[in-house]
């Protein structure tokens, strides 16, 4: 699981990777331009798509999804254990990845926060 937060003043999307899941996923923090975050939603169904191929990371399926994937020439980063948390972020002029698919402890909470931000900013 993650805990997203946004860092205004330097203008950053931050996903701090908790507990067993920064071994897992071998991240323990992601820092996003608010620039490059198109905007999130709250997807369930997004554990059952197709991961694409491994890079780094853990896979088991129906139990853990975590780390970075690449899908069709997209590069996407995982962490994931209980789909019904899973947000998906969209990016744009990443230099790392396209899409994040995180697990968080309220969804809606934080796409509320990520869309706030996206069109404050």
């Known amino acids: 699981m993650a805990l997203i937060s946004i860092d205004r003043e330097r203008g950053l999307l931050i ?13 323990s ?10 905007g999130a ?6 554990a059952r798509e197709p991961k694409g ?4 990371g853990t896979y088991l399926p129906g139990v853990i999804t975590a780390g970075r994937f690449r899908r069709h020439g997209e590069r996407l980063f995982w962490d994931v ?4 948390r899973a947000v ?10 396209d899409r994040l698919v995180i697990e968080v402890a309220d969804p809606r909470a934080t796409v509320a926060l990520i869309e ?5 900013d």
């Open 29 to 38: 923090r992601l820092e996003i331009p608010l620039a490059h975050v198109r």
């Open 81 to 84: 254990k209980n789909p019904d």
């Open 15 to 27: 996903a701090e990777i908790e507990g067993l899941d920064k071994l897992w996923s071998l991240k």
């Open 116 to 120: 706030q931000s996206v069109t404050r």
């Open 53 to 56: 191929i491994r890079v780094a």
């Open 88 to 97: 998906v972020i969209e990016l744009a002029d990443a230099e790392t990845y």
């Open 41 to 46: 939603t709250h997807d369930p169904g997004a």
